[in-house]
């Protein structure tokens, strides 16, 4: 990670003992905090893999026994992943937690939906992890960077490429290969919100630095480049969401062959889960409509299944169909 490896020079640089996880201890970037350190005595390089367990606790009771050795305290925390806190928030041993996020927790880009959700996530868990630990005089900051050249930035052509050779083959028809023809074209030549993507990463560390030496961090920090994108992060909670969609629009215009295809009217069909409450209720009012609904449920024979075939105004538009939404197997069936 080339911002977190530049923050443990610099924090290293200032002063502080700094733990630097690394993936590869024995490879270059692990060698050049090393190696370029200010303070060789006060950088330890770990190995940790932040999804195995293992590694975690293995590097929490080697933190946990040299603080001791030192009569050190732990000050602060810098991850990206949530489950990584919990060792830590012991309020004997950590002052502040440093969660990194993305900008794209606040605004959700189109093909970047998992990305951008796992971002939110972590954000939400950042809000309530925040106000629970500040009974314990914890704080909590989250730092939200917006688009920047990282590795994930400079392998956005790859990454998608990758994407559309595992997309199913109907998904790709629906699409058309001009259409990710166009889209790699695009990005490659630096397009997109590659186009907005700023090249100082240390607009991030800096911000960085500050919820780590500052007497009172700010909750938020979201770094980015430039007037435009820095204002757009200030406003963007309370920015229409059609302005934001035209924005996202307009520099994806591309439109899947599909949709430039006429197939005449479509069947108006669609599928839900209905065994209770809301679903259920929508089920026969889309029934009642002129919908054909094909009503998802876990058990057919079940007193939602059951009014489902008695309150329907249609019956012949409506299909109960049996499916537990966590087994792939009745999802594709």
């Not at 732990?74 to 950590?94: A, I, K, R, T």
């Amino acid at each position: 990670m080339v911002i977190g490896h530049r923050l443990a020079i610099r924090l290293n640089e200032i002063g502080f003992h700094v733990y630097a996880g690394c993936l590869d201890p024995q490879g270059s970037g692990a060698e050049d905090l090393r190696t370029k350190c200010k303070h060789e005595s006060a950088m330890c390089v770990l190995e940790l893999d932040v999804t195995r367990d293992d590694h975690i606790d293995r590097c929490f009771h080697i933190i946990e026994s040299d603080l001791q050795t030192r009569d050190y305290k732990l000050w602060s925390v810098l991850y990206g992943l949530p489950e990584n806190s919990y060792h830590f928030l012991d309020y004997h041993v950590v002052s502040r937690i440093i969660i990194t996020a993305s900008l794209g927790g606040r605004v959700a880009a189109d093909m970047l939906g998992a990305y951008c959700m796992t971002k939110a996530a972590i954000i939400s868990f950042s809000d309530s992890l925040r106000r629970e630990m500040s009974k314990f005089n914890i704080s909590v900051t989250t730092i939200e960077p917006g688009v920047f050249k990282t590795s994930m930035v400079n392998n956005a052509c790859p990454l998608l490429q990758s994407s559309w050779s595992c997309t199913d083959p109907d998904i790709q028809q629906i699409y058309g290969q001009t259409y990710i023809d166009e889209v790699l074209r695009i990005v490659a030549g630096g397009g997109g919100l590659a186009a907005d993507a700023g090249d100082d990463i240390d607009i991030v560390v800096n911000d960085m630095m500050a919820a780590v030496v500052r007497r009172r961090p700010a909750r938020y920090y979201r770094p980015v480049k430039g007037l435009m994108p820095s204002l757009a992060a200030r406003f963007v909670a309370i920015t229409p969401q059609w302005m934001i969609d035209s924005y996202f629009c307009s520099i994806n215009p591309l439109v899947p062959v599909a949709m430039t295809e006429t197939n005449g009217s479509d069947p108006l069909d669609t599928a839900i889960g209905c065994d209770s409450g809301f679903g259920n209720a929508l089920a026969l009012r889309l029934n009642s409509m002129g919908f054909r609904v094909y009503a998802c449920v876990l058990d057919t024979n079940s007193t939602g299944a059951q009014d489902l075939s008695n309150k329907c105004q249609f019956k012949d538009e409506i299909c109960i169909v049996r499916m537990d939404v966590t087994i792939d197997e009745d999802i594709d069936w």
